[in-house]
């Protein structure tokens, strides 16, 4: 092997430290540049997104905070609105109440008067009705006929015995 034969041993050294200075000087003043400015770009990139991403997110912050702001008004005037409605129907309905008991108040002693009337006059022919009865039964059974004054006064007797 030509590489270990310590004859040309001095000759690959010189030509080796050759051509690293050669590749050192490019790397040195073009390839290391490049890199920077690419890395420098990129870092100049990041840092710009990563600016506009917390300017964006400072500003969602603060159109969330509207909106929640918003939203609570929102459901705040609902809420008085529900309430005022709620209250305006009771009230309502509390009138449509007492109207109708009024109305139904009415309508029972009405009723109750037109009860009463009709109880008075089927006791009235009730009334007359067992005087007519009374002066019949003792006609048939006794034979004599009994005097209309004489039959109410006992059917009157009678009633006020019983009720």
Known sequence: MPQLDFSTFPSQVFWLA????????????????????????????IEGDLGRAQQMKSEAEAVMGAYQRTLADARAQAQA??????????????????????????????????IAAAKAAALGDLRGMAVDLARAATERLTGLAVEDTRARAVVDRVLKERG
Do not use: C, N, S, W
Request: charged residues 30%; aromatic residues 4%; hydrophobic residues 50%.
């Open 18 to 45: 050759v051509v690293f200075a050669i590749l050192y000087l490019l790397m040195a003043r073009v390839g290391l540049p490049t890199i920077g400015k690419i890395l420098a770009d990129r870092r100049a990139r």
């Open 81 to 114: 609105t529900l309430k005022e409605t709620m209250e305006r129907f009771g009230a309502e309905a509390a009138q449509r109440q007492r109207e109708a008991v009024e109305r139904l108040a009415k309508e029972v002693g009405a009723a109750e008067h037109r």
